[in-house]
């Protein structure tokens, strides 16, 4: 069975297609015939904004050595711009390779699109790739269904909860009516497309990444730590010891039951120095006393009693 890339880049475009069969007519068969060349990359302009933006450096080298013995096998695709330039649709990590290679030209699938079915066919192309982390991935769904609906970010992210609800709350009349909707429509839509995740699984293992903290989120995005265990380290409020643990567990790569175990242990409230001096008293005392058998003895007896008084009174209070 061959690879994503070993397909031809053609069959890519049918998902798509698939993906925007109901948009503005853009895929019709005429704007599939895309044209292919060889540009020189430095006509190629990278856009104000990609759903990609980690890229790691030594894979980037890995594939520029590849780019070196073999050639860029698969085109990257593009849009005309004036001036006879270029701007890059989708390919920035084999358009980086490629100056690191230090090649002067690049293949490159052309199609003429508008603003607004650039930026889908940028999101979903991407979507497509199978290295691309969560956050990203959980950001270009988003701002994708953001874009086919019209639809605020911030609108959309609502309404995946709002299904949610609707399907915990059991009423089979309201989830009828939110799962009518076209944002329902086109959610459920865009998950079956795609092949991964489903959107209740979206909901509860993407969606919360995009509100981690800034720093919990840059090593996410860098590909260093399992978004679980961002997750679980985005709990502690506290800027340091959040820093703290990041740096731990990224250096001796934690597991996850490891790192709840040290959340657990910041988490615990602060004891005293008196209260453990307290506890350490009564567990020696506790030890003698039954050594000692102290009841033996009448005089002490009754004062062994008064005390055992006192101690049951003070139990009985809380």
Request: charged content about 30%; proline content about 4%.
């Amino acid at each position: 069975m061959k690879t994503k890339k070993e397909l031809p880049y053609t069959s890519q475009l049918k998902g798509v297609a698939a993906l925007l069969s109901n948009q503005s007519g853009a895929y019709d068969d005429e704007v599939q015939e895309i044209r292919t060349n060889s540009i020189s990359i430095s006509l190629i302009n990278l856009p104000p904004s990609q759903p990609r933006h980690y890229f790691d450096e030594q894979k980037l080298y890995e594939l520029a050595r590849s780019i070196e013995k073999f050639g860029v096998l698969e085109p990257l695709l593009v849009r005309p711009l004036a001036n006879n330039r270029y701007e890059l649709i989708s390919g920035e990590r084999r358009l980086r390779a490629s100056k690191i290679a230090e090649l002067t030209e690049v293949p490159v699938n052309i199609l003429d699109l508008d603003d607004y079915t650039t930026a889908q066919v940028r999101l979903v192309e991407n979507l497509q790739r199978e290295d691309l982390n969560p956050v990203e991935e959980a950001s270009a769904i988003i701002s994708l269904l953001a874009i086919q609906l019209h639809k605020q970010e911030s609108e959309i992210t609502s309404h995946f909860y709002k299904m949610r609800n609707a399907c915990d709350r059991g009423d089979d009349s309201q989830k009828e009516n939110v799962f009518s909707q076209p944002e329902s429509i086109a959610i459920q839509e865009l998950f079956k497309t795609l092949g991964r995740l489903t959107w209740e699984s979206f909901i509860k293992v993407r969606l919360p990444l995009l509100n981690l903290p800034d720093d919990v989120l840059k090593i996410l995005s860098s590909g260093k730590l399992e978004y679980t265990k961002a997750l679980a380290i985005s709990r502690i409020k506290d800027p340091e010891q959040r820093a703290s643990l990041l740096e731990k567990a990224v250096a001796e790569n934690l597991s996850l039951s490891a790192i709840k175990n040290l959340i657990r242990e910041l988490s615990a409230p602060a004891t005293s120095n008196n209260d453990v001096t307290l506890k350490e008293r009564y567990k020696t005392l506790s030890s003698q006393f039954l050594k000692a058998k102290l009841w033996d003895n009448p005089k002490k007896r009754k004062q062994l009693e008064k005390m055992l008084a006192t101690i049951e009174t003070m139990l009985n209070e809380d």
